[in-house]
């Protein structure tokens, strides 16, 4: 069965302190590993899609990477707008199947 | 411009009625999403559909079903609810992969 799990569960960082979030996948045949942002009571953004173990996605203060068994989102420097719930999703080979995981929520105190 | 929107953004019914949840996107995209997220955050993935066709069912009660009229829209029908269908459903669009999630709809069973 195809499982995404994410840790940690919630982080609180200082501003300014950089950290990451780990990703790890089951699934039969990754097609694409991807990144979402979710705020309080909205839906989740899209942040990065990462296709093959290597890659690397930038974007501000966030960079995603990907292993053949995880993926990490590296967060430089954060700010208190970097406060949310970071959920990674699976898509299975067959390109049909979404697994999200847990989402790990971050707090970045001032 | 609201790039998927669904309607209502709160729901609270009684057992045993029947709802309907609406959503529209107006990105032209040809594959739409129904996800519910529970209490614990999980967010798990329902229906798809593209062109029409209804492309992933995963194993929800035959009490939901989504209705699509156009490519442009796919509701969600709820037939006898129940306290556990208590949770926020999330619709969501894409073309390829990246999914464009609406702003949720918190739906309540008493």
């Known amino acids: 069965e195809d499982q995404v799990t994410q840790s940690p569960e919630a982080l609180r960082l200082q501003e300014g302190e950089s950290s990451s979030l780990n990703c790890s996948y089951t699934?039969?045949?990754?097609?694409?590993l991807f990144w979402y942002r979710q705020d309080p009571g909205k839906g989740p953004e899209f942040l990065f899609t990462?296709?093959?173990a290597g890659e690397e996605k930038e974007k501000e203060r966030l960079k995603a990477t990907l292993t053949k068994k995880e993926s990490f989102l590296h967060i430089t420097a954060p700010k208190p707008e970097d406060s949310a719930t970071y959920l990674c999703?699976?898509?299975?080979?067959?390109?049909?199947?979404?697994?999200f995981g847990p989402g790990t929520r971050l707090s970045v105190l001032p | 411009d609201t790039a998927v929107s669904q309607t209502p953004k709160y729901l609270v019914t009684q057992m045993g009625n029947d709802k309907s949840i609406k959503c529209e996107q107006n990105?032209?995209?040809?594959?739409m999403y129904w996800y519910k997220q529970d209490s614990k955050k999980f967010l798990k993935i329902m229906f798809s559909y593209n062109n029409k066709e209804l492309i992933i069912n995963e194993t929800v009660p035959n009490r939901f079903s989504p209705k699509s009229p156009d490519k442009a829209h796919l509701n969600l029908h709820i037939n006898s609810l129940e306290l556990g269908d208590s949770a926020v459903y999330f619709c969501a669009s894409s073309q390829v992969h990246e999914q464009f999630f609406g702003p949720g709809t918190r739906l309540t069973v008493l």
């Open positions: 699934v039969s045949g990754l097609r694409g």
């Open positions: 990105l032209g995209h040809d594959t």
């Open positions: 999703a699976a898509l299975d080979n067959y390109g049909q199947n979404f697994v």
């Open positions: 990462l296709y093959s």
